[in-house]
């Protein structure tokens, strides 16, 4: 079972931030002001802490989730996004994460190939988790749809571009 050690220190840290880069491509792709904002990234975090205790897990998910409990891991984290979406307007934020999530396909092919199915199906609940915490088009709470179809989209787009069908 694939862990941090498989990896360079670059392509670990790819693989931690792909964890933030499909809640931020989802949330790109059809905002939902601020507080809809904070509940598609409160919905983000929460994959991260249940992976860690889900008897689930395969080693390289729960790998994941114990590192970011690290300074360290949240701070490599922070400054590789920062520099990913530098200057960015929400649809290049859309486009960029696509970007990293395909790089990250295939170092997950290449490092971790037993592992890397089980990770890119976690990456993608995550995503469709973010979709799914807050109704797009809705008036104070009421009305609107669970997931929009600029959502749905992106969830196809990141199935894409980790190598898995929508």
Known sequence: MANKQNFTPE???????STMLVGIAVSA????????????AAR?????IAAKSNAESNELI???AADFETPQARSDVQKALKDCFAGAQ???????????????SQI??????ADAAAFKTWLRSIGQNV???ASEGSFLGFGG???????????????EALGATA
């Open 11 to 17: 392509e670990w840290t790819k693989v931690l931030q």
């Open 29 to 40: 792709a059809d905002p939902s002001g601020l507080w809809g904002a904070l509940k598609e």
């Open 44 to 48: 983000g975090s929460s994959a991260l």
């Open 62 to 64: 729960k790998a994941v």
């Open 90 to 104: 929400p649809t290049d934020c859309v486009q960029r994460s696509l970007a990293h999530l395909r790089e990250v």
């Open 108 to 113: 997950l092919d290449a490092k971790a190939p």
């Open 131 to 133: 979709a799914e915490a």
């Open 145 to 159: 749809v669970r997931v929009s179809d600029a959502e749905k989209a992106t969830l196809a787009d990141i199935a």
